[in-house]
C-alpha cells in the first residue's frame, strides 16, 4: 500500500521517522482527519506492526535461547514493531562471547575490528550491531554498557571512527584514546575524512517492499533501472522480471555479485540484467533513467545530489528509508509512506530537471 494522499501522508510520514508508527495507528480520528480512509490505513499500518512485532519476538525469543545455551545471560531485550530490529542486553564480561555466537549464528558485524581495536572495543565500548540478511534485514545490536557522561569522555573515550583509523596490537588498546583527539585534527585540518558512512551497516531492501517502489518510481518498459549496491541482485531481477526493462546493479563483494548473477539467470531476464563488480561512482549512468538507494543516511546524503548532476533530465532517483532526510539533501520532489505486510518505509524521489 503506497499512502500519498495528502490528508494523511504528511502526519503518516511524520510518525515513520519517529518511530511511532503503532501510536498513530491506535489513535482516534480527528476532526481533520476523520474515520473512513484513515480508519482503512490504520488498520493496515496497525496489522504490520503486529506481524513485525511477531516475527521480531520469535527471533529474540530464538536467539536469547541460543546465547543462554552458549553461556551467555542476557540482562535484558527489547524489539521493534516497525522495524526489523532487535536489542540485547548482556553482562560486559560476556560480550566477546555473545558476539561469537552471532558470528557462528550467520550474522555479520558492521564493523570488523582486531587486535588493539577489538579490545579497546570490549572494554570501553557499549554495543556491536550485527545483520543477517533475509527476506529482509534482520539487525541486532548487541549492548553490553551504557557509555559515562563528561567531557573527558567525550575528549578521550574511542569511537568506532578511532578504531578503525590505525590498527594497534593488543596490549596497546588504551592508545586509542590517544588516536581519538589526534583523529579530530586530521580531520579538521582535510588530512583524513570525516565521512565514517563505511562504519554503518548495509541493508537490503526486504523483498516486499520492491514492487512499491518501482511504482513510486515510474518504470516501465523503456526504463534503466540502477541500483547503487545491489548486494544480491533482488532489486535489479525483480525490476526486468516485472516490469521488462533493462537493469544495471554495482556491487562491490564478488560473492554477492555470484549470486545476483545467479539470481538474473534463473529468472530468465540474465539478457537484460547487468552486474558490475566495482564502484558505483565510476559507472556511466548515460542510459540510466531511475536509481533506487537504500544506503545510510550518511552515504545518501552525498549520493543522492551527485546522482542529480550525472543524470539525464527525465531520470528519477527514490530512495527509501525510515530516518527523517539529512537537512544536507535538496528536498525531494514528492514523499509517500510504503506499507506492506511485512515491512515500512518512506520513499523519496527526485526528478532530474524537473
Known amino acids: 500500500m503506497i499512502i500519498d494522499t495528502p490528508e494523511l ?7 515513520i521517522y519517529r518511530d511511532q508508527l ?34 521480531n519476538e520469535a527471533e529474540r525469543g530464538r536467539l536469547v535461547a541460543m546465547l543462554n545455551e552458549a553461556g551467555v545471560s542476557v540482562a535484558a531485550s527489547s524489539v521493534s514493531d516497525q522495524r ?24 555479520a558485524s558492521s564493523c570488523s575490528f582486531a587486535r588493539g581495536a577489538l579490545e579497546s572495543m570490549w572494554r ?14 534482520t539487525v541486532v545490536q548487541l549492548r553490553w554498557r551504557q557509555r559515562r557522561g563528561g567531557r573527558l569522555q567525550r575528549l578521550f573515550g574511542p569511537s568506532r571512527a578511532d578504531w578503525a583509523a590505525i590498527e594497534l596490537p593488543t596490549w596497546l588498546w588504551w592508545g586509542y584514546s590517544i588516536v581519538r583527539p589526534f583523529r579530530f585534527v586530521a580531520e ?20 516486499s517492499l520492491i514492487e512499491p517502489l518501482l511504482e513510486v518510481a515510474s518504470v516501465g518498459t523503456d526504463d534503466v533501472v ?13 525490476a526486468a522480471t516485472a516490469r521488462g526493462c533493462r537493469s544495471i546493479g554495482v556491487e ?26 566495482g564502484d558505483a561512482a565510476a559507472i556511466d549512468l548515460s542510459e540510466v533513467t531511475v536509481v533506487v538507494l537504500f544506503l545510510p543516511m550518511a552515504v545518501a546524503a552525498r549520493v543522492v545530489d551527485d546522482l542529480r548532476t550525472r543524470l539525464r533530465p527525465g531520470a528519477r532517483i527514490v530512495l527509501h528509508e525510515q530516518s527523517s532526510l539529512a537537512q544536507s539533501i535538496r528536498p525531494p520532489d514528492d514523499v509517500c509512506a510504503v506499507v506492506v505486510d511485512d515491512a515500512v518505509t518512506v520513499a523519496h524521489r527526485w526528478n532530474v530537471g524537473g
Open 226 to 238: 540502477f541500483d547503487f549496491g545491489s548486494g544480491d541482485g533482488r532489486f535489479v531481477v525483480t
Open 124 to 137: 570501553t565500548g557499549d554495543s556491536q550491531v550485527f545483520t543477517r540478511d533475509g527476506e529482509a534485514t
Open 84 to 107: 526489523h530490529t532487535l536489542e540485547i542486553d548482556v553482562a560486559p564480561v560476556d560480550a566477546p562471547q555473545a558476539a561469537a555466537a552471532l558470528l557462528g549464528d550467520g550474522f
Open 22 to 55: 503503532s501510536s498513530w495507528a491506535d489513535a482516534p480520528a480527528t476532526e481533520t482527519h476523520p474515520a473512513g480512509d484513515r480508519d482503512r490505513v490504520a488498520a493496515a499500518v496497525r496489522a504490520t506492526c503486529r506481524r513485525i512485532r511477531a516475527s
Open 188 to 207: 579538521r585540518l582535510g588530512l583524513r575524512s570525516a565521512d565514517q558512512s563505511a562504519l554503518e551497516p548495509f541493508l537490503v531492501t526486504p523483498r
Open 252 to 277: 562491490q563483494s564478488p560473492d554477492l555479485c555470484a549470486v545476483a548473477l545467479e539470481r538474473a539467470s534463473d529468472a530468465g531476464v540474465a539478457d537484460r540484467v547487468r552486474i558490475v563488480n
Open 9 to 15: 501522508r504528511s502526519e503518516l510520514v511524520d510518525a
